[in-house]
């Protein structure tokens, strides 16, 4: 896929994914155009050779593989890892508040998001409902407000005047966002306004009871290359819904000669332990479904996996909160990500075969080490290599405003990620 081409379709997949679930429908959407088979967990596999497969877990987390013309024993499996949740404000189970003839609903914060950007900005509503329809059967669907239905006001500068020097959020009184004004005796409840929303959006429908959901809100602005020589991509979610992309494409455009995976899973933003989380045992009853349990140990120790997870490129107006010789900049290559105490899982080996590859196609790379005084994130990274025992590569695009309502990174990198990956999924011997 060309420079252009990837970028475009990039903006696409972020504009229309404003949650996990609505990001794992357009990638389950791209493998079936690419011609991928869905599989259930629930039923009996049978798998061939050369084959694209595609398994999804909670309707947020993705498993995708090409099981290749060669055995997975005799060459492994090249791995690739992303995951599908951002930082963001959900709606609580009870949410409703009226305050002063407006109608708010209260927030719960997922993951470590920077707040003070949420404010003033028009936000939709978006995320999963269950219910039960008009025959007594439980289902789920997808909703989508997909108009800015909501607002979260500053206080006036008047009213507040260390603003700029002394600002803090407190998230149970600061953040419940305005849907709209009422009168003293409104009795709206909130699931009505959903249930409404999923009429007006699927008519066909047949919805009896909401019997729970998962919404967050979002960000309506859509994504776009900025800059006077659009120079950058800026968007919500691009931590991490950048590296779904570049995996899954990479996955796509593979030669399907050697065995190769993608996964992308939900709730690394809180710790990966869930059922889908990169903790949980998704990954491993994949693999133990598609080589066998007896053969995985085998199969791992001749496999790899690259942890795509964007970086902090260096910001121009704080340069001093990096190393000075781990700055990364945007447009400059994807980040090999090194930390000793093993927040990330790169080691020695797994960076110099993605500097190998990335050479080999004339390409640049960085590297980021975190300052000795300051904290280290962390990815999927670690927690794969620790579950499974699997030589793992940390990388990512470097990008700005890394857990903000919208972060910016530069539009060569991903490209030249997706480039490096895509050669790594048909690379002849990745670990042995």
């Known amino acids: 896929m060309e420079h252009a081409d990837f970028n475009q ?17 357009q990638m389950t959407a791209r493998l079936d155009a690419a011609g991928f088979t869905e599989l259930d967990e629930k039923d009996e596999w049978q798998l ?32 690739v890892g992303a995951h ?21 609903v209260g927030v719960e914060v997922y993951g470590g998001v920077l707040l003070n950007p949420w404010f003033d900005r028009d936000l939709s509503l978006a995320g999963r409902v269950t219910y039960r329809d008009a025959d007594g059967e439980v289902r789920d669907a997808l909703v989508d407000f997909a ?15 260390e603003a700029n020097s002394n600002r803090s959020v407190n998230a149970q009184t600061d953040l419940p966002p305005v849907l709209m004004q009422v009168g003293e005796e409104d009795a709206t409840r909130f699931q009505d306004l959903v249930r409404n929303q999923m009429l007006v959006q699927s008519p066909e429908l047949k919805v009896d009871k909401l019997l729970g959901y998962e919404l967050n809100f979002y960000d309506c602005q859509p994504a776009a290359l900025i800059g006077l020589n659009q120079d950058f991509v800026a968007s919500a979610r691009l931590d991490n819904l950048l590296s779904c992309h570049i995996g899954l494409q990479a996955l796509i455009d593979t ?10 899973n939900d709730h690394e933003e809180v710790g990966s332990m869930s059922a889908e989380g990169a903790h949980g045992p998704f990954l491993a009853s994949v693999l133990d479904r598609w080589v066998g349990a ?27 909160k990096h190393d000075e010789n781990h700055g990364p900049l945007l447009n ?4 090999i990500k090194v930390n000793h105490n093993q927040r990330y899982a790169t080691n020695s080996r797994s960076a110099a075969l993605y500097r190998h590859i990335s050479e080999e196609l004339g390409l640049p790379s960085q590297t980021f080490v975190v300052r000795s005084d300051m904290g280290c994130g962390s990815t999927i990274g670690p927690v794969t290599a620790g579950n499974l025992g699997i030589t793992t590569l940390d990388i990512g695009v470097p990008q700005w405003g890394m857990h903000s309502i919208r972060e910016m990174a530069g539009v060569a990198d991903g490209h ?17």
Not at 332 to 335: D, F, Q, T
């Open 9 to 25: 379709s990039l903006l696409d997949f972020l504009t229309h994914s404003p949650t996990p679930w609505h990001a794992t429908r």
């Open 48 to 79: 061939e050779q050369g084959r694209g497969y595609y398994v999804v877990r909670n309707g947020s987390s993705l498993v995708a593989f090409q099981t290749g013309r060669k055995p997975a024993l005799e060459s492994g499996v090249r791995m």
């Open 84 to 104: 599908t949740d951002s930082p963001c404000l959900k709606v609580k189970p009870n949410p409703e508040l009226r305050r002063k003839g407006y109608f708010q």
């Open 147 to 161: 108009r800015p239905v909501a607002f979260i006001p500053s206080l006036a500068i008047h009213l507040d005047r």
């Open 255 to 264: 030669s399907g000669d050697q065995p190769a995976l993608l996964v992308c």
């Open 294 to 320: 007896q053969a995985r140990s085998r199969v791992i120790a001749r496999s790899m996996m690259v942890s795509a997870d964007n970086a902090h490129g260096v910001h121009p107006n704080f340069a001093d």
């Open 332 to 335: 400059k290559g994807p980040v």
């Open 416 to 432: 030249n990620l997706y480039r490096v990956l895509r050669e790594f999924l048909q690379w002849p011997q990745v670990n042995g």
